[in-house]
């Protein structure tokens, strides 16, 4: 212990004989066995500019951790974007069947009919079936599933299809819970204010002690948030793997499925309303196009995204998405039109025409 004093107390009188740009050796000593002393030498920096290069502002400075991002940043690439992003509804439940479960049952505990649970092990047969085409043996998928009990029964009912070995993860997520329909113990009331919603406007109307569409739409913001951090990092697979093969499944409701896919694609109000419900145990599949953005025009048809509710100008952003790259802006985007009237192309190319004569 004195020994150990001794040492601490030469080396702060060896640092106080330097000047500051002078080398400065700390020796530090340890004791080990049978009283013999361990002594370890700490360079400190060699002139007053290599300290200056290493500081950061009067900041502690950890080059060491620069160069290691610098070189990580310069040389990694991205983890590979899931190949999919699959939309699905609960199967069918007893609140679908008969209305008044509501007024006994808690939204959150209403759970699945037969016919529901038949509708699950169905999708997931599709699901696997679909992927399957793609002929790859490497394939997996990754759950997010709404906590809500018709929710969590259908990713069981689905998730048969799958052995262990292809199930990269799942993650139960509050913000795909449905929509608040707010304390509807009386049943005739509900019936009122679903037809008033009808009236006033589906995405804005808020339901008494619940929730809008609208607000919906803010906590699935941040939902979509979290799932883009997660595609960013390559959350779905272990460290050092870069499988491109990688199915996200989403398991959700009607109208929070209907109000991911408005955010997502930046679908206005007008576009969210006219789109129709999802059916139970129904999909709606994103597949990575060309570009590496997702596009519904991938997997699906023309025929079937208009069934759904997607308009010529949607269909159109569609087709661009087939073939954009991630980050990349559709600078020809047609909703623009809905927006501002008052462009008329015969014009415009008559002023553009002026322009070009001009010069």
């Not at 702060?12 to 400065?24: D, E, G, H, I």
């Amino acid at each position: 212990m004195a020994m150990a004093q001794f040492c601490f107390s030469a080396s702060l009188c060896y640092n106080s004989c330097f000047p500051r740009n002078a080398t400065l050796s700390l020796t530090l000593c340890k004791p080990l066995k049978n009283g013999v002393f361990s002594f370890n030498t700490i360079q400190c920096c060699t002139s007053q500019r290599e300290a200056i290069e290493h500081s950061d502002n009067g900041l502690a400075s950890f080059p060491e951790k620069h160069l290691h991002r610098k070189s990580a940043t310069s040389t990694k690439a991205p983890p590979p974007r899931p190949r999919r992003i699959i939309l699905v509804r609960h199967g069918q439940s007893e609140g679908n069947v008969d209305e008044s479960v509501y007024t006994r049952v808690s939204d959150p505990k209403i759970g699945l009919t037969e016919k529901g649970l038949e509708d699950a092990e169905q999708c997931g047969k599709r699901i696997r079936e679909m992927i399957e085409k793609d002929k790859v043996h490497n394939w997996k998928v990754y759950f997010y599933v709404s906590p809500y009990r018709r929710g969590v029964e259908t990713l069981k009912g689905l998730g048969r299809a799958f052995e262990r070995s292809r199930i990269a993860g799942m993650r139960e997520e509050p913000r795909l819970r449905e929509q608040d329909f707010g304390n509807f113990q009386d049943r005739e009331k509900m019936r009122l204010e679903k037809a008033i919603r009808m009236l006033y406007g589906r995405f804005f109307y808020r339901f008494p002690n619940g929730e809008s569409a609208a607000d919906v739409y803010d906590r699935i913001t941040g939902f979509r948030e979290t799932l883009r951090a997660d595609i960013d990092i390559g959350r779905f697979q272990p460290p050092g793997e870069r499988n491109p093969n990688i199915n996200l499944v989403i398991v959700s409701h009607g109208l929070t499925l209907r109000v991911f896919l408005m955010r997502w694609y930046k679908w206005t109000v007008e576009q969210f309303e006219r789109l129709n419900n999802f059916g139970n145990g129904g999909v709606v599949v994103m597949e990575r196009g060309y570009g590496g953005r997702y596009s519904l025009l991938v997997h699906h048809t023309e025929e079937e995204l208009r069934e759904f509710g997607l308009t010529d100008e949607m269909l159109s952003d569609q087709e661009w998405q087939k073939y954009a790259k991630p980050g990349e802006l559709n600078y020809d985007c047609p909703t623009l039109n809905s927006f501002f009237s008052h462009f008329d192309n015969d014009c415009g190319d008559e002023h553009e025409n002026k322009i070009n004569s001009s010069e």
